[in-house]
């Protein structure tokens, strides 16, 4: 009996993927007779879970949709990934009932009767073992975050109300872009249909999300990314500024991990960093700390201020030079 549940919890961890499998691919897998096979589907879906066959050529085996959620099977690293995913979330104190985090909490209990003793365990170490930042956050209504996620997948212009930074509410109607998580924060990236131009809104301040089942037509992003139009509207204006560190790319990216980057791994160990930034004193304290030699390449103004930082710094290190 022990070979037969495991056995089917295998099966099952491989059709919970979410693809179609050939048959004799899944007896080839799971090294069993295509007789063993057919017979294991049936204890699954005795079990209640929603098998789909199509037989014939070019037939398969699906695990589909059901109308209830049978048992769930993790991995030892699923388990793992699940915790520290949960753990993340946790860290913002909630705010609501119907909260992320609050969510998030109910959701631990759950998972911990989901899983097999021996899971269990090596989960509550885990759980019990995390201390998290708990930075005060906006909290997200599931809800909300739900319907604007399906809406951004169909397409579909919803309509909900937003409450602006000055706590005046309003009611809005947009096309349903993107969800962008940002300095911990979530923001819907849509385009306003009454003012007919592309705009952010902050997701803990929306509320009463509903789809309209209108459909949109595709449009082009305003810029390269949805983030990066969020950052040129946060008032800010941003240059780019490229760093080359005489250090590895992981060891660059740690130090660098506050900021709007992308990198570039060079030979001998260097590493090339190309930044977006408002202000480019804010690298300073990260490259320093890397103890490693670098260059910067930036805008002519930017570099004239660097350099005249470098001769301040220079002058600070010599007892006798005056304060410059």
């Not at 048959?23 to 049936?42: C, F, N, Q």
């Not at 705009?199 to 992003?221: E, M, Q």
């Amino acid at each position: 009996m022990a070979d037969v549940t495991e056995r089917v919890l295998r099966l099952l961890a491989t059709l919970q993927t979410g693809r179609a499998f050939a048959g004799e691919e899944l007896a080839s897998r799971l090294a069993v007779s295509p007789r063993t096979l057919r017979r294991d589907m049936e204890r699954l879906r005795s079990y209640g879970y929603p098998v789909e066959t199509k037989p014939g050529p070019g037939g398969h085996y699906r695990l589909t949709a059901g109308q209830r959620m049978p048992p769930l099977v993790f991995e030892d690293e699923e388990a793992v990934a699940t915790i520290i995913g949960l753990a993340s979330l946790a860290a913002t104190p909630s705010t609501s009932p119907d909260g992320l985090s609050t969510a998030v909490e109910r959701a631990y209990g759950k998972i911990d009767l989901l899983l097999p003793a021996r899971l269990r365990a090596r989960a509550a170490a885990l759980r019990a073992s995390i201390e998290s930042e708990g930075t005060p956050l906006p909290d997200l209504e599931t809800d909300a975050i739900a319907v604007l996620a399906e809406a951004i997948a169909s397409r579909e212009i919803v309509t909900f109300s937003y409450i602006d930074a000055k706590g005046v509410s309003t009611d809005r109607r947009a096309e349903a872009h993107r969800h962008v998580h940002m300095d911990r924060r979530w923001y819907f990236f849509s385009w306003d249909l009454a003012r007919d131009q592309w705009r952010v809104f902050r997701t803990d301040r929306i509320s009463d999300v509903r789809r309209t089942g209108a459909t949109y037509a595709p449009r082009a992003l305003p810029l390269n990314s949805a983030i990066a139009y969020l950052r040129s509207g946060l008032g800010e204006t941003f240059e780019t500024l490229e760093a080359t560190v005489e250090a590895t790319l992981l060891a660059v990216a740690d130090a660098l991990r506050h900021e709007d980057a992308e990198f570039a791994s060079l030979e001998h160990d260097r590493t090339r960093a190309t930044l977006a930034v408002d202000s480019w004193q804010r690298i300073l304290a990260p490259l320093a700390e890397l103890h490693a030699g670098f260059r910067v390449s930036a805008p002519p103004s930017t570099m004239i201020e660097i350099q005249r930082f470098a001769e301040r710094l220079t002058s600070a290190s010599e007892p006798d030079s005056p304060p410059r």
